[in-house]
């Protein structure tokens, strides 16, 4: 079970800069000569076009090969409730790291790798052999192609030794396999900003991400989670958009895990507590989630007994699945409803706009409120069921990403369009639905501003690209309305 602290946010501010505190000792130099290829620039821009958004999973593996010692559990996938969640792609965590059974079900089905290369803790460097010829099994081979992601060991503790370790595996993993996207995963301020950036400037990973599990029994009575989620949340995305060096001429791609499971046994998280893990990750410019775990039970060497942490399956067990399934599936799509938008996209700037004082969190560290400024001048949320109340509104600012940066503008038919999120920062630990906790959400556009006539939505609810009506208008200030569930957010289009 992944282990949480308090994040340490005392360091946000300091540069990610060569001077601040980077460990100044270099890798050892006695590896084989081997070329070592450097990092692409804006490789993640590339790939994730190519991918796709990531909707992953961790899974574990049918390793009765290693009679039951695996020291996780283990069991034949239940292939039929696999195909309820609407992930892209299983994370195999457990030894071979690789379901084969999977594959023969689904030969095209993306797939990920975590505590990468040896389903362990990080421990030592590839050994010469491996440096040369690398480290996937042939059953692994055999599917590379999709391997979209691998994550090396799993939220170790900081000290530069891992770092360089980190290092030799990318390197590695960077030449032999090119079109997997690397990175280490911590809980949320387990790394200082200081290691994180000695670790993001020595060892260049394409993608940085975190997990850090907010709803707990021992919250408060109608705990809402958005603004302790927006810290965290653009804390990693300060530290890709730092890039390898910090000075901002390159950019990383950031995500994280979701809470899956049942916390401390006896916690399940609202409808709208699982929403803002997806809205408000896109809304910040995140563009990889991992649901943490798909528990079918905790049985060894293939049986499958009952488990209590279990979310998508009733007690764990195959052939049951809950009304998380149905929320889980419901997401992921909404996801890929905007998902080859998003992966076009990069986060230029993240807003907060505050609700009544009944329901408002208030401001998140770091996080500004909305600036008139921009040409989004007016936001307001109001509960549709209390209509003197409203909750926090998220507002997440993106620009195509250009050629230059492995971009794909001619994806859009118009190269004057403006984009913007908005997510619903109204969850509940009482209500269990999210539609609930729905808002009216009010904006105002300056749309000559924008360099535009209309305003378009992908409406969450279909997938469908719809022009959105004016309800009013205020000298340049053009209104429109929508309605979005508890923790849910959508993606908005400006067009000339």
């Known amino acids: 079970m992944k282990t949480h602290w308090m994040l ?11 001077d601040n505190g980077l460990d100044k000792k270099e890798p050892g130099t006695d590896e084989p000569e081997i070329d070592v290829v450097e990092p692409e620039l804006y490789r993640a821009n590339r790939m994730l076009i190519k991918h796709g958004l990531q909707l992953q999973c961790w899974v574990a593996t049918d390793n009765y090969e290693l009679g039951g010692k695996a020291g996780q559990p283990a069991y034949n996938l239940s292939i039929p409730d696999w195909k309820l969640t609407g992930f892209t792609g299983p994370t195999f965590y457990g030894p071979p790291l690789i379901n084969t059974s999977y594959f023969e079900e689904f030969p095209d089905s993306q797939w990920a790798m975590a505590k990468a290369p040896h389903a362990d803790q990080l421990k030592k460097e590839p050994t010469d052999y491996e440096k040369k010829n ?9 599917y590379l192609d999709n391997l979209t992601t691998i994550c090396f060991g799993d939220e170790e503790a900081y000290k530069f030794e891992n770092v360089k370790i980190l290092k030799a595996w990318y390197d590695v993993a960077r030449r032999l396999y090119p079109d997997a996207l690397l990175h280490n995963n911590q809980y949320a301020g387990q790394w200082s900003r200081a290691d994180m950036c000695t670790y993001i400037q020595v060892a260049k990973p394409d993608l940085i991400t975190y997990d850090w599990y907010y709803f707990h029994t021992w919250d408060s009575d109608n705990y809402i989670g958005a603004r302790d989620m927006a810290a965290h949340l653009y804390e990693y995305r300060d530290l890709a958009l730092g890039g390898w060096n910090g000075d901002k001429k390159d950019y990383l791609a950031f995500g994280q895990y979701t809470q899956g499971f049942v916390n401390e046994g006896t916690y399940k998280l609202t409808e709208s507590q699982l929403r803002l893990y997806y809205y408000m990750t896109w809304t910040f410019g995140g563009k990889w989630l991992n649901w943490f775990r798909f528990l079918q039970g905790d049985g060894y060497g293939g049986q ?38 998003l992966v076009r996209l990069k986060t230029t700037d993240i807003r907060y706009v505050a609700g009544t004082d009944k329901y408002t969190e208030g401001a998140p560290a770091y996080v500004s409120a909305l600036n008139p400024s921009s040409y989004l001048k007016k936001v307001s949320g109001r509960i549709v069921v209390e209509p003197e109340a409203g ?19 001619n994806f859009f038919a118009n190269k004057g369009n403006a984009f913007f999120m908005l997510t619903n920062g109204y969850a509940s630990k009482v209500k269990e639905n999210a539609d609930a906790l729905t808002q009216k959400i009010n904006f105002g556009i300056d749309l000559p501003e924008a360099n535009a006539t209309q305003c378009f939505w992908i409406n969450p609810q279909t997938g469908k690209r719809e022009k959105l009506k004016a309800i009013g208008k205020e000298d340049n200030i053009t209104y429109f309305e929508v309605e979005l569930w508890g923790g849910s957010g959508a993606l908005f289009m400006l067009a000339p």
Do not use: H
């Open 134 to 142: 690398g480290f996937l099994s042939e059953d692994q081979l055999k």
């Open 304 to 341: 499958t007994a009952p488990t209590d942490w279990s979310l998508l399956l009733e007690n764990g067990m195959p052939g049951q699945p809950t009304r998380y399934m149905d929320w889980v599936n419901q997401c992921n799509r909404e996801s890929l409803y905007i998902g080859d938008y």
């Open 391 to 409: 909750g926090d509104v998220y507002v997440g600012f993106f620009d195509v990403i250009p050629e230059e940066e492995q971009g794909d503008p």
């Open 8 to 18: 340490l946010a005392v360091l946000f501010l300091l540069s990610c800069s060569d």
